[in-house]
């Protein structure tokens, strides 16, 4: 079956500009995770969605940075003002159902956000 | 806070090698263990999914450690191939907020022909 999809693959854009990064979940799950990957790093929790609402959002590096999931489905991670520092691997992940200790997480193969 | 170490960042071995992995966590609470591999430019692909209560699990050529007490975790590969090149990260899930990977840096494996 089909895995966890994200667009796009790649962003360049200019500092300052506005960005949105989409995830599409594996069909049925219900939680969904986002994490950044900076260059020679492992990934770093950004926010986890349990259905539509943002059950911790921790992880975001302030402000700009923003995640949406409307329907319980996709989800939007939005970062506004870009900055050079926000150039990164930012992966999603989702899982069948509400968190719990045996649930593994499948991720996708990222999107590669360059700011200039 | 969590913090997870992998060593050695990097190794370098000639095909058909067994190699040894390791992870080291400092909050023995976890929830599970699981081990990934990532290529160049790619996401992750999950290998092994070890639960806090269980002490190994193998799959094909992989088997992974478990020893929580300790803060603990292994990946043995039997007889490696080029096609095992890539980079392999440990990751934790924390039994305080029982969703949230904690990942270490990731052991960079090539394997020569």
């Known amino acids: 079956g089909a895995g966890v999809s994200q667009t796009p693959s790649n962003k360049v854009t200019e500092k300052g500009k506005y960005v949105e990064l989409r995830c599409d979940p594996i069909s049925g799950h219900t939680a969904l995770y986002w994490y950044r990957q900076s260059l020679g790093q492992g990934p770093e929790f950004l926010i986890y969605?349990?259905?539509?609402?943002?059950?911790?959002d921790s992880g975001l590096p302030n402000d700009r940075f923003f995640a949406v999931r409307p329907e319980g489905s996709v989800s939007t991670l939005k970062i506004q003002r870009t900055e050079r520092g926000d150039s990164a691997v930012y992966l999603c992940a989702s899982s069948p159902r509400p968190s719990g200790g045996h649930n593994e997480q499948f991720f996708g193969p990222g999107t590669r956000l360059t700011v200039l | 806070k969590q913090e997870v170490t992998q060593i050695p960042a990097a190794l370098s071995v000639p095909e058909g090698e067994n190699l040894v992995l390791n992870c080291s966590f400092t909050d023995s609470a976890i929830y599970n263990l699981q081990w990934f591999r990532q290529d160049p430019g790619k996401g992750l692909t999950s290998l092994l999914l070890?639960?806090?209560?269980?002490r190994e699990q193998t799959s094909g050529r992989l088997n992974a450690s478990l020893d929580k007490s300790s803060g603990r975790s292994t990946l043995y590969i039997a007889a490696s191939q080029p096609g095992d090149s890539a980079t392999y990260l440990c990751?934790?899930?924390?039994?305080?907020?029982?969703?949230?990977?904690?990942f270490g840096k990731g052991t960079l494996l090539t394997v020569n022909p």
């Open positions: 070890i639960q806090s209560s269980q």
């Open positions: 969605f349990q259905g539509t609402g943002a059950a911790d």
């Open positions: 990751a934790v899930r924390d039994g305080g907020s029982n969703y949230k990977l904690t």
